[in-house]
T-cell receptor, first 109, second 117 residues
């Protein structure tokens, strides 16, 4: 069964620090990878996607992909209390997108 | 761009009644729409996938006769919870995939919170 695994957390970091969120996936045929942010009581919001090995930066966010290790990560620089949320990792190899259960991030002011 | 709306945002109904939830892609055409359910502090659970003009594909364990899905156009899908019971109370979220999406990204609606009394 195709799976996406994430540490449920909570991951607690101080304000201004770098938050590192990790994800592994089982389907080697996965081609695209996504990070969504979900605030409590709200629906997920797409932050970034990545499809090539290496790093992709967008503002304070950097997504990293290593297909050989089947590993995806999201770095959040200069973490803010407003970044406190659950972060969902997802992969797709075609029609269906597989979501991880999410990692709860808590940024302490 | 890539805005998905849902209506209603919340609904309270009596046990045994039916509730319809609408999902619309506002600024793009969605060939595929997905319906998820999420219980408090739990992960997203995919219920079904719908493609415009064809029958929905339901995930294992999801009753197709209870959760009716219609995807009548490239911008509208509806989920009807028939004969709702308190255990159907949950957060229902739709997402849409653009026919132009190069990397299969999904965009989520704001969700509908259903409470069945």
């Amino acid at each position: 069964q195709k799976e996406v695994e994430q540490n449920s957390g909570p991951l607690s970091v101080p304000e201004g620090a770098i938050a590192s969120l990790n994800c592994t996936y089982s389907d080697r045929g996965s081609q695209s990878f996504f990070w969504y942010r979900q605030y409590s009581g709200k629906s997920p919001e797409l932050i970034m996607f990545i499809y090539s090995n290496g790093d992709k930066e967008d503002g304070r966010f950097t997504a990293q992909l290593n297909k050989a290790s089947q590993y995806v990560s999201l770095l959040i620089r200069d973490s803010q209390p407003s970044d406190s949320a659950t972060y969902l990792c997802a992969s797709t190899g075609g029609f269906k997108t597989i979501f991880g259960a999410g990692t709860r991030l808590f940024v302490k002011a | 761009g890539a805005v998905v709306s849902q209506h209603p945002s919340w609904v309270i109904c009596k046990s045994g009644t039916s509730v319809k939830i609408e999902c619309r892609s506002l600024d793009f055409q969605a060939t595929t729409m997905f319906w998820y359910r999420q219980f408090p502090k739990q992960s997203l659970m995919l219920m079904a996938t719908s493609n415009e003009g064809s029958k929905a594909t339901y995930e294992q364990g999801v009753e197709k006769d209870k959760f009716l899905i219609n995807h009548a156009s490239l911008t509208l899908s509806t989920l009807t919870v028939t004969s709702a019971h308190p255990e159907d109370s949950s957060f229902y979220i739709c997402s849409a995939r653009s026919r132009l999406a190069g990397y299969n990204e999904q965009f989520f609606g704001p969700g509908t919170r259903l409470t069945v009394l």
